[in-house]
């Protein structure tokens, strides 16, 4: 099964609202990526977060790892229409592969 | 835009053939990576290339290969095509081995029929 694993698989809000994604994996990691993917569209990368990192920020989004647990999670606050898309977290395992998660398909309605 | 190109954007192509697709990473960029992106199995990593030489190695099926070349564009060579490789093809490039941000390229969608 994948390495990542994001939940909720889908997720709908009002414009305004906060939106939290999390994601699992199995292995020891470096750095964990959260990317998002409009339909159809290339991947763009949003954070990276390192493995010896708990907390980081970028604009309105809040990326937190917790190694002993084996999750992450991303908080996109203050929603906007233009915020739906797939996001994925991706997790790198020290160079030997690089493997995603199935995602969370985000719908933020206006 | 986020500065890698892949082409051709669009392949349609009967099963049993042979295709190439093509990235050019972003100037400066050492690694190439390659995924598949297909309904049923999701994003998947198939290979990734650090100046020049293969670096890590994913779910790439023996009937596929890349390359990567001394000017650092890379080549997904695909042969005895079949249905179930209908897919969308990223390149994605980062500034040197892993541990760095992927820029990916906007895709190369496949069709065999």
């Known amino acids: 099964s994948q390495q990542g694993e994001e939940d909720p698989q889908a997720l709908s809000i009002q414009e305004g609202e906060n939106a939290t994604m999390n994601c699992s994996y199995k292995?020891?990691?470096?750095?964990l990526q959260w990317y998002r993917q409009n339909s159809g569209r290339g991947l763009v990368h949003l954070i990276l977060?390192?493995?010896?990192?708990r907390e980081k920020h970028s604009g309105r989004l809040r990326v937190t790892l917790d190694t002993s647990k084996k999750s992450s999670s991303l908080l996109i606050t203050a929603s906007r229409a233009a915020d739906t898309a797939s996001y994925f977290c991706?997790?790198?395992?020290?160079?030997?592969?690089?493997?995603f998660g199935p995602g969370t398909r985000l719908s933020v309605l206006p | 835009d986020s500065g890698v190109t892949q082409t051709p954007k669009h392949l349609i192509t009967a099963t049993g053939q042979r295709v190439t697709l093509r990235c050019s990473p972003r100037?400066?960029?050492?690694?190439v990576y390659w995924y598949q992106q297909s309904l049923d199995q999701g994003l998947q990593f198939l290979i990734q290339?650090?100046?020049?030489?293969?670096?890590a190695k994913g779910n790439i099926l023996e009937r596929f290969s890349a390359q990567q070349f001394p000017d650092l564009h890379s080549e997904l060579n695909l042969s005895s095509l079949e249905l179930g490789d209908s897919a969308l093809y990223f390149c994605?490039?980062?500034?040197?081995?892993?541990?760095?941000?992927?820029?990916f390229g906007p895709g190369t969608r496949l069709t065999v029929t």
């Open positions: 994605a490039s980062s500034v040197l081995d892993s541990g760095y941000e992927q820029y």
């Open positions: 292995t020891s990691i470096n750095n």
């Open positions: 977060i390192r493995s010896n990192e």
């Open positions: 991706a997790t790198d395992n020290y160079g030997q592969n690089f493997v």
């Open positions: 100037s400066g960029d050492l690694s």
């Open positions: 290339y650090y100046n020049g030489e293969e670096r």
